[in-house]
């Protein structure tokens, strides 16, 4: 979706259209500029004309007030001018007083102090009780002034009757050492100053008004807010006047008038009295030149746009109407009239494009042309071919018709052949499947390709997870397993690891290489596992058990012996009956008996097992024979039987364990005194290669021949008949026990001759040690 | 008089050495066990000449006194005979010897007297 999205066509936009737009914002942007940099000039020249205009007349409105105010105080001067009135009599003071009020209307009062300030004289317009209230003045503020002398201008104020603004003008009254004698104080109405400036006007709507420097109203056009004592706020130029910012005449300011709409105003601070005079020309006026500018330059520029655009259209439909036409004989060509032609008079690179694009053409006819008729022929051609085709395709149905039928015939002895393999695979996998024992046939790139269930269950891995990697690492404690599996494939035979232990496991395996009969080639092997875990931790269980209990049973035979004997050694002139004596003695011999069983059984079953280490050292036998002899001695000459051992110092030294060397020669050299009852039983030690050779003789009862074969077998006295066991002769484990060892030492042991009633005589053999 | 100390954890063997011990003058002192044959000598409440270990004993066995007691400076000089009834040949016998002790004798196979004189000769050659 998003890549047809992206291929989305344009949507077709003609040449001229973009060609016409593209010149018309060229024009309308030049235009646009030019106008907004003509406009921006004459608003800032107009601009400077109004407030010039304004100033002036604000000016001239500020001088006016000045003056009125600066009269009054010239009137009152003239009074003073002649000298100290003070120190004119009461009836003169009184005249020039009310002559002051006469020449000037605006006086409402004149007062006359004295140096102190208090009243001397009043002159006044009003009734005399309420007058005395209504004159507002500082005394303090008066003195200060004339003193110096200087005159004192009060603050504007409201007659609370008239509503009328007020001012106080006091000059000093001096002698003729210009000391101070006393002022003269006149109350001026000001609303004298309104007709001066409601006469001023600015423009059509301007006006100018006059406040005081607590932003109260003196003088406007509109008497009704000067009576109401109005204190105008929230007008900018007022505002600045109040908090005494540095103000000039040349600056004007676009804000909120006094009558709330927006003006220009500009300001001019009187200085004595404090006062500003101040102009407002409404702010459409004192920009209607400026529009009026603004709004031709506009009319100006929409005509020049609209012409432009047209001019734009005409010329862009101009340059592209060749190109238009060429559109139009691409699009006859495309639809196959060859015959179109692009008829373009114009000597330049459109004109050049129609010539290349006719004769661009007239190729094209002639290749189309060439074209057709190539078809037709090669079409010809092709239907013989065809034809042909049809034929020899009529021919190989019929062939492969019979091919069909012949192959069904081998299909159908295919599928018998694969049903009779398949049940005989059957058979194979079901009788490989019903095996405990793990079956794995493998390939020689340790593929498995057949094995059985009792693969993953004896390993309790998955099916699936059953290759021989897997097994392999399975089987980790036995590092070299693929590589011992690799020994037996070169040699070709069976191998057989008894016992491989794996995860608290004991595995039996056994590995098969398998051979193609003709060519002895290994194909492959077979691999079985057997879990042994079971039987051979039985027998580990019963080799424990047999430790514990030869233990167990040895102990208390050791009391009984032991006890025995020490009763014996120390006690038998206590007993004075010598059947006791005789009974002790049996006990003895007993324990012993059965100790030496039980060693016996303990020995076997260890030796059997290779519990057994042999401590292999350098043993001089002829002096280990001595002493075994020497050992044996008192129990042959108790029997009556001679002992004899012929000694042969030079043989030197053999390898063995010294123990279980003694033990052997006690055991047969034993044999041969117990089975002997007179005659004699001798030693002979012999050098037989690298062997030493111990043989022993005697003259005793012999074996007969039908025993012989029993001997040095595990119980080699049971014979024929458990019944004829000799009871006394110990457990006939002593000849086997002799023959593990011997063999475990690396020699032999073995009945040299006997015959029954003629003696026997047993030899054995241990390696020489090697010098 | 020469002081034997005997660890032995079977009262019919025990009975029986105590006998032997006793009619051969010994002067003797028994434990049951391992931990308090130990901790009896390490307390110094007995000061033998030799002592006589068995090795098939509940919780500590004879080859672990040995190590306990070759550790112990003042103990480690007392020579120490085996006394037991597994076989010889066994790994244990190998290993007693290793760690230290004197003799390995199998109890079936000696008589209490020839244990007497065993320990009489070599409390004898030590004692020179």
Avoid at chain 1, 237 to 248: G, Q, R
Avoid at chain 1, 418 to 425: M, S
Wanted: aromatic residues 8%; charged residues 30%.
């Amino acid at each position: 979706m998003a890549e047809e999205s992206k291929k989305k066509k344009v949507a077709f936009r003609s040449f001229a259209v973009s060609l016409a737009i593209a010149f018309s914002i060229l024009v309308s942007v030049s235009l646009f500029i030019v106008g907004g940099v003509q406009a921006y000039l004459i608003f800032f020249s107009e601009r400077q004309n109004v407030i010039d205009h304004q100033s002036h007349i604000t000016e001239a409105a500020a001088s006016q007030v000045k003056d009125f105010v600066k009269e009054r105080i010239t009137t009152l001067e003239t009074a003073t001018a002649f000298g100290n009135i003070i120190a004119l009599d009461g009836s003169e003071q009184e005249r020039i007083l009310n002559r002051l009020l006469g020449i000037d209307s605006s006086f409402r009062q004149i007062i006359m102090t004295d140096k102190e300030g208090n009243v001397v004289l009043r002159a006044s317009r009003l009734s005399k009780s309420l007058s005395a209230k209504v004159i507002v003045y500082n005394k303090n503020e008066l003195l200060r002034e004339t003193e110096k002398g200087s005159v004192y201008i009060s603050p504007v104020y409201i007659d609370i009757t008239t509503n009328e603004p007020l001012m106080v003008v006091g000059i000093p009254i001096s002698d003729v050492f210009g000391d101070l004698e006393g002022t003269l104080i006149g109350e001026v109405n000001l609303k004298f100053t309104w007709n001066l400036v409601s006469s001023i006007k600015i423009g059509e709507g301007g006006f100018v008004f006059v406040v005081d420097r607590n932003g109260s109203l003196i003088a406007s056009k509109d008497i009704s807010r000067v009576l109401r004592g109005e204190k105008i706020s929230g007008v900018q130029e007022i505002e600045k006047f109040v908090n005494n910012f540095e103000l000039s005449a040349d600056s004007a300011e676009v804000s909120r008038g006094i009558d709330g709409t927006y003006v220009m105003s500009t300001q001019i601070p009187l200085g004595n009295p404090d006062w500003a005079v101040i102009a407002e020309l409404p702010l459409f006026e004192a920009y209607e030149n400026v529009f009026y500018g603004l709004g031709f330059s506009a009319l100006v520029i929409l005509l020049a746009i609209a012409f432009s655009i047209t001019v734009s259209v005409f010329l862009s439909k101009k340059i592209t109407e060749p190109i238009s036409r060429l559109r139009e004989v691409t699009k006859k060509i495309r639809e196959g009239n060859f015959d179109a032609k692009a008829t373009i008079d114009e000597n330049n690179e459109v004109g050049e494009l129609a010539q290349d694009f006719n004769s661009m053409a007239e190729r094209l006819r002639a290749y189309t042309q060439d074209l057709e008729k190539k078809v037709i022929e090669r079409t010809g051609k092709l239907n013989i071919k065809i034809r042909e085709l049809i034929e020899s395709n009529r021919k190989l149905s019929e062939t492969q018709k019979e091919l069909k039928e012949e192959k069904e015939g081998v299909e159908r002895k295919i599928l018998e052949r694969t049903k009779e393999l398949r049940e005989e695979q059957a058979r194979l996998l079901a009788s490989i499947n019903s095996l405990s024992i793990g079956f794995i046939l493998a390939d020689l790139n340790n593929e498995i390709v057949l094995k059985n269930a009792a693969v993953s269950r004896i390993l309790d891995i998955s099916e699936e997870d059953v290759s021989l990697d897997k097994i392999a690492g399975f089987f980790e404690k036995t590092p070299d397993f693929m590589k011992m599996l690799g020994d037996c494939m070169k040699e070709k035979k069976v191998c057989e690891f008894k016992e491989v232990e794996s995860k608290n496991k004991i595995f039996r395996i056994v590995f098969a290489p398998i051979a193609i009969n003709e060519t002895g080639e290994i194909i492959g092997y077979v691999l079985l596992l057997e879990d042994v875990t079971e039987p051979r931790t039985f027998e580990r269980t019963r080799d424990e058990f047999f430790l514990i209990a030869s233990h167990e049973l040895r102990t208390p035979l050791t009391a009984i012996r032991g006890n025995a004997e020490i009763m014996e050694q120390f006690f038998m002139d206590k007993i004075n009956e010598a059947e006791v004596v005789d009974m002790v003695e049996d006990i003895r011999k007993a324990s012993v008996r059965l100790i030496a069983i039980v060693n016996d059984f303990l020995d076997v079953s260890r030796i059997e097992q290779h519990k057994i280490k042999l401590e292999i050292s350098s043993v001089p036998i002829n002096k280990e024979i001595k002493e075994a002899v020497k050992g044996l001695f008192t129990s042959a000459e108790m029997k009556g039987v001679k002992l004899i051992f012929s000694e042969n110092e030079s043989l030197g030294n053999v390898m063995g364990d010294e123990d279980r060397i003694e033990q052997v020669l006690v055991n047969i050299i034993g044999n041969a005194i117990n089975y002997t009852h007179e005659g004699f039983v001798k030693v002979v030690l012999e050098k037989e290669g690298d062997f030493a050779k111990v043989s022993v003789i005697d003259t005793g009862v012999g074996i007969p021949h039908e025993n012989q074969k029993y001997l040095f077998k595990k119980f080699q006295q049971a014979g024929t008949n458990i019944l004829a066991r000799d009871v006394t002769k110990g457990t006939g484990l002593g000849l086997y026990i002799s023959r593990l060892l011997v063999e475990d030492m690396g020699g032999e042991i073995w009945l040299e001759e006997s015959g029954e009633g003629k003696g026997s005589t047993f030899s054995f053999t241990l390696p020489l040690e090697k010098k | 008089m020469k002081k034997v100390f005997f660890i032995e954890d079977d009262p019919l063997i025990i009975r029986m050495y105590e006998r032997i011990l006793r009619l051969n003058k010994f002067e003797f002192m028994i434990s049951t066990n391992g931990e308090d044959g130990l901790k009896t000598l390490r307390e110094g409440k007995f000061f033998p000449d030799i002592i006589l270990l068995d090795i098939m004993m509940p919780h500590m066995n004879g080859l672990q006194v040995i190590e306990e007691l070759k550790k112990d400076e003042k103990l480690s000089d007392i020579p120490i005979v085996v006394l037991t009834n597994l076989s010889a040949g066994e790994e244990s016998r190998q290993k007693a010897l290793d760690l230290g002790a004197e003799l390995f004798l199998i109890k079936s196979q000696c008589s209490p007297q020839k244990i007497a004189e065993v320990v009489g000769s070599i409390i004898k050659k030590h004692k020179k």
